[in-house]
């Protein structure tokens, strides 16, 4: 049984929390956090112990250290975690400081623990059913790929202005996406993007709408269009075009009720609402294969290279949007 | 190139006269009809003549005639033109009276000219689709078939008033197309009905809605439910259930937009109003059926018989509901 | 904290073991099975106790009993734990016997403790969304309601042979399901069927195929399809159709994944396996909702009338079957 | 009645002559084609005559010219027209040229005759229906547009060689679609595409799979992607984003039928095949426009001007494709 420091008690903290508890090879050992209040609510309800961050991640009994913190602390206790041996888990991002990044990956590659890095989107079974599929050759060799990612509504103004902007914030869950799917490393970034939704995101000189082009050494092309609100719940749909034939991942409705009437058509339901509805299951399978290679002494799916790559394409889309020109990246060197 | 005379100038017998028409083997001869206008307004638009029924029935020239007048003309104009040597098009039913039907099949079939009834359905490419995947053998042998027949709302009070009731008016079709994709006669027929619609349908003793169950020998069932008003368009859709699997003929959209928001969900668009815009396509396929029989020797597709059994299950259906009991029927006596 | 004994350890048995400790209201106490293995491997995955039934009902920690064991036996310990004061939920059905359901359903009334039959359709979140927009007069009043429930293939044939025939095992679901949508008792009962499946099936005398309709005093018509096998997974869709239009429920897909290729058009995912798969949130919604009664002092929202109905419905179907005529019930004397 | 003199025998020209014939205004009052055979076969069908194009431009009797002839002739023939002072229905594109288009345009807006471009796209019911919610303000403001626009296979290697490259032949129509939904012309143009499926266009330089972006000055973004063999059928679906909400054109399916089973999941049909079944309608419906813009003394519903345009949205792909950078456009300059 695998004893879990979980490192924070918001909102994906209390997600992993029931996953940690659910799986039957882990338990919650600790909960930190900084409001000791919510550390001890979280804590109760699964029957673990409030610890600092420090003691945690000290504690010799603790085998995993889970860093759902606020951003600017992940690559801190990461680090910390790693040196102090633990196997580690780490919502993404690493850090929105590229070369914070780079050192912080160079140092946990360094002392070989595990690291995994959290791309949830990977595990949801829609898309890893997409990627079963690719890899498996059904459609052939992959031509074009198109991501459709498109928030419910604008997060407050207090997040969007700390979040590093649109590319690093959310598309970079997208260049995650585009790198599983594709199969082979984009060679270049091309973005065009507009403030249309938020008065506070144009203010501060973001965008909130975009379509992003990446193009691979063999001439893949993948194509990735965001918005900070869609009008109409979670947007989170894929398609794949490969020499055979299409593939598409639609997304899930909230039930599968569809009402028929003279006025309003055949009214099917909305997509589920937003990633805690979408990608709950998402979140269960991802815990479940950090597991799995942890027990089974293998590579973690998610890495921290995996980290590393997302965020180096979000900062060639914002040096692509500034200069208006196609921006060359080498994610393998 | 078949000279067809048109007895009828009403909504169905205009659809006819376009595809006349546009088929490149026949040509529209004459029209005919108790309205002197409606006949006069139609032959202009095509360039025919107007004469009346019997005259176009008797002149040598004419050598198809198109039975489109009211239900209750249609076997004694269908017997004129039979006598005289030409071949037939009727529209359903031959008559509401089973002994007239009886009869009046008895004698076409003695004269031995071509007599097409119009089962226009069959012939619709979807209904048509589904019929050649099941002789086709596509889901094995054919175990459960359900109809789903609901018109947008109920025809006028005097329409339904002479309609012949429900299971004559309009169960009809979907006797006749319960025994095109069955492939088999039933044996049974089973109706249960209420007057849920129409207060005119109820005062009259009719019905409005009705589930009737049709089995055959080996077993098969198939299920018809009709209403005369579906509160959203015209509902026709039909599913085959077979032992290794299943086929689906869902309705056509009126276009493919699909409109998603916040407040209604995920709204495409209703079927096609009724059946001139379901069945558009269906009523020219039909006309090309017929000439290509005529043309090759052939039997039609849709002959007296179909006429005739399809009015003796809708006559078992009656029975059926007056005695609350399963009727058989022997179609192939 | 509600302490429950669950008596039985199979594949439900599990499922209710699952939720039973889920849930942060109830606690697993003790296992019950004739397979002391089964039991204790159950008990030891939740860190309950194995106790004998006897054992159980009669221990004084137990709040709840649940009655998770083959069907001969549901009665009996339902009375037991009755008659030691339990709250009490029962897997259906109470028996196949319609005379010992009676009494034992009067019993379970007069003692007055809480007991709730395991119709867990109900709460499935499509079917429990259908029946929120129908009492919510999203299409006016019901006119025709239908349901489809076909299995992806024939159990076991020792299952078979025991279950009490397709209606009372089968259709019983079904039954409950068109009363829980209808709101409305029906009144008469009609059915058709054949035994086209399975050779065991139709040598017993028995049906696997079968399409029974109801009709209430109103005039409403419920129409139920079963099959033993529908060669595609597990079908269990629901159209609802009233005045002011139609709700469907469709099944839900495995995963949302479309694949277009030249060869086999759009194949889009078959429905979910079977019940353990479809029925999943519905299991677990269902003891949320029996939990919920037991805690307010509510009714629990599928009762021992319940069960007994839709046996009464089921007898009255195979009556129909025999006599291939319409039989009338009450319901509610 | 108008007379139309169709220059061009062709499998366009036939699907011309076919609405010009159907129609109650116009009638097919010659044909002209390089092939005699051809022209005579057309005209025959139809009881036209064959004139050569110089004696039908120059007939007094004729009101039309339609120019439905190679792409190399239509921007001369329809000069000689309108210079005869015919009205002009040319398909697209006026000429591979800029300088020649722009020559041309000029001198047929100095003339003042009608001059319709063949952009048949914008009548399809499904796209047209898009457009009157977008204008009718269904989704308030237009954000993101995507199109799908990818052919079921090449075209034979001798067309694309003298096609004029992808950008000028088959993103052309989607240039024209962008500029129809949007509602603003685009102010800038990028472009990324790819050689992957024709070894032909490759070789030729020219490009076969391709995503443009474009922007208009308010900020909205419109994005096209392109291949030219989709592996299934032919995919012309569009997605418009807007503040309100998100509008989808599904492709037309062949048949509503849908089959379900163990093996293959539910296969509904493949989008309807080529641009002869797709556009079947919409070449209808832009034929009748047409005549009405002429009867009406209406200016036509896609000019010159949109003719042009197109075009100058391709050149500037073109630059942006070899240039790496996004490139300025002036359309109303």
Request: proline share 4%.
């Amino acid at each position: 049984m695998l004893k879990v420091a979980l490192l924070g008690a918001g909102r994906i903290a209390q997600v992993h929390a029931r996953h940690i508890h659910d799986h039957p090879d882990t338990t919650l050992y600790s909960v930190s956090d900084i409001y000791a209040e919510a550390a001890s609510t979280l804590a109760e309800k699964y029957a673990a112990r409030v610890l600092s961050a420090d003691e945690a991640i000290a504690d010799p009994q603790v085998d995993v250290v889970l860093v759902a913190t606020s951003t600017d602390t992940h690559a801190g206790f990461s680090l910390q975690a790693a040196r102090a041996g633990k196997a580690i888990f780490c919502e993404k991002p690493i850090d929105l400081n590229i070369e914070r990044v780079k050192s912080c990956v160079a140092e946990i590659k360094a002392l070989g623990v595990p690291f995994m890095i959290g791309f949830n989107r990977r595990f949801d079974p829609n898309h890893a059913h997409l990627n079963r599929a690719l890899r498996g050759g059904e459609i052939g060799e992959l031509e074009h790929l198109q991501i459709c990612s498109r928030d419910p509504s604008p997060l407050p103004d207090d997040y969007l202005l700390v979040s590093g902007g649109m590319f690093r914030d959310m598309t970079i869950h997208d260049f995650d996406m585009a790198r599983f799917q594709l199969g082979e490393e984009p060679v270049s970034v091309s973005a065009i993007a507009s403030a249309l939704v938020s008065p506070t995101v144009k203010a501060a000189g973001d965008v909130d709408t975009a379509v992003i082009t990446l193009q691979t050494a063999s001439g893949k092309i993948a194509v990735i269009n965001n918005s900070r609100r869609s009008g109409y719940g979670y947007d989170q749909r894929i398609e794949a075009h490969g020499q055979k034939g299409c593939l598409y991942v639609h997304n899930v409705p909230t039930t599968t009720l569809v009402k028929v009437t003279e006025e309003f058509g055949a009214q099917a339901q909305k997509p589920l609402h937003f990633f805690l509805e979408r990608y709950q299951e998402a979140f269960s399978e991802q815990w479940k294969a950090f597991v799995a290679a942890l027990k089974d002494n293998r590579p973690v799916p998610t890495n921290a290279d995996d980290g590393l790559r997302a965020l180096l394409l979000a900062e060639a889309a914002i040096e692509s949007f500034k200069t208006q020109k196609v921006v060359s990246v080498n994610l393998e060197e």
